[in-house]
């Protein structure tokens, strides 16, 4: 009789600790480095702390708008010009039917990158900003590098949705859906997943949806879960 060794799946290791400031970090948290999106709702209120530590910044077309208009309120900056010029996006990327057109002269005068990708309409803004993320950044560098997305929750439950199956369309990447309510990330059925809950900024509630298939097993240690196959919410 022949005997196939099942390999064990590789444990992933999940943490919000970006939302902590830098001298709270937990010494057992998974260091990771991350991208941000920006997209076209209202600003959460922890926005400046990711701005400041993120490695690269992306505002999806009117997401722009919104660095624009907003930021200078939740900083303690002096004004507003110096505000708009502190906060400078690498990249504006979509089909450019939100931003507005000073806010696009502006940011391209400072020097953001410009991507306009009007001639695509089969695929989100939040899309085409993943892509270009998967297709630029090395593959050594992915297994360290999350996307935190900000504005994907709320508003229509269209784009809501849409948001969403991103995460499915690259579940090889690790991708965190931000409000200032809830996270939302996708665990792939690829791997073991460790979570690791920060009480400080997260909870009470915690949200598991088995999607595609029946939940396995799931067990629960103090506060790290193992899970698999789960779509995750946390409420912040």
């Given at each position: 009789m022949l005997y196939r060794t099942v390999r064990p799946m590789d444990i992933m290791k999940h943490s919000s600790s970006f939302l902590l400031p830098k001298v709270n970090q937990p010494a057992n948290a998974?260091?990771?480095?991350?991208?941000?999106?920006?997209?076209?709702?209202?600003l959460p209120r922890f926005m400046p702390h990711l701005w400041a530590h993120a490695k690269l910044r992306i505002c999806a077309d009117g997401g722009a708008n919104r660095i624009f208009d907003e930021m200078f309120d939740m900083t303690n900056d002096k004004d507003q010009k110096s505000s708009r010029n502190r906060y400078i996006p690498e990249i504006i990327e979509g089909?450019?039917?939100?931003?507005?057109?000073?806010?696009?002269?502006?940011?391209?005068?400072?020097?953001?990158?410009?991507?306009?990708?009007?001639?695509?309409?089969?695929?989100?803004?939040?899309?085409?900003c993943i892509s270009r993320i998967h297709h630029h950044i090395p593959?050594?560098?992915?297994?360290?590098?999350?996307?935190?997305?900000?504005g994907a929750l709320g508003g229509r439950f269209d784009h809501e949705a849409a948001?969403?199956?991103?995460?499915?369309?690259?579940?090889?990447?690790?991708?965190?859906?931000?409000?200032?309510?809830?996270?939302i990330r996708?665990?792939?059925?690829?791997?073991?997943?460790?979570?690791?809950?920060?009480?400080?900024?997260?909870?009470?509630?915690c949200g598991l949806f088995p999607v595609g298939a029946p939940s396995t097993s799931t067990t629960t240690t103090g506060l790290k879960w193992n899970l698999s196959k789960f779509l995750y919410a946390l409420l912040l």
């Open positions: 998974p260091v990771k480095n991350y991208a941000l999106v920006v997209l076209n709702q209202h089909d450019m039917d939100s931003i507005r057109p000073e806010v696009k002269l502006f940011y391209s005068n400072q020097g953001s990158k410009i991507s306009d990708k009007s001639y695509d309409q089969e695929t989100t803004d939040l899309h085409k593959n050594n560098e992915k297994p360290n590098l999350s996307v935190l997305v900000t948001n969403i199956n991103v995460l499915y369309v690259f579940s090889d990447m690790r991708i965190v859906l931000l409000s200032d309510d809830c996270l996708l665990l792939p059925k690829t791997h073991r997943h460790e979570l690791y809950i920060h009480s400080s900024v997260e909870g009470p509630h």
